[in-house]
């Protein structure tokens, strides 16, 4: 189903009304697990291939190891990013996405493409023209 996204200020917008209370609320709760601060730059690393701590590390700039390991905790916790113990000496942990986690960096997609999209048009100078 196509939803018109064009809307007069003030109006709702159209595609929306087979969206009921609990679809919104199922669709909030899933949100704010990849809005939580740090989890969707997990998430976009595991997506572009890290599977050690410090290449999430790297791919997550600014995070603490302490707040990186909570995260990929939480996240494993509601099944998006896996944790392999590989017996190794040393022992060698891994991460990576689920399929569920997969699915779900699928379903983003088109928020990178909008996000992007959305920068460069806020962010171009008057004498820039699109090409």
């Not at 009304?17 to 669709?27: A, P, S, T, V």
């Not at 899933?30 to 890290?50: N, T, V």
């Not at 379903?107 to 004498?127: F, G, K, N």
Request: proline share 5%; aromatic share 6%.
């Amino acid at each position: 189903m196509a939803i018109d996204t064009r809307v007069a200020p003030g109006r709702p917008a159209t595609g929306y009304e087979h969206i009921d209370d609990e679809k919104c609320r199922l669709f909030t709760g899933y949100i704010e697990i990849i809005g939580k601060k740090w989890s969707g730059g997990i998430m976009m690393a595991a997506a572009r291939g890290a599977t050690r701590f410090v290449e999430y590390r790297a791919a997550v700039r600014g995070i603490s190891d302490r707040l990186l390991n909570q995260r990929l905790k939480e996240l494993e916790a509601e099944g998006l990013i896996e944790r392999t113990v590989v017996p190794t000496t040393p022992v060698l942990v891994q991460y990576r996405l689920t399929e569920r986690g997969r699915s779900l960096m699928r379903a983003l997609q088109p928020l990178v493409a909008w996000s992007v999209d959305e920068y460069e048009r806020t962010h171009r100078r008057p004498d820039q023209a699109r090409a």
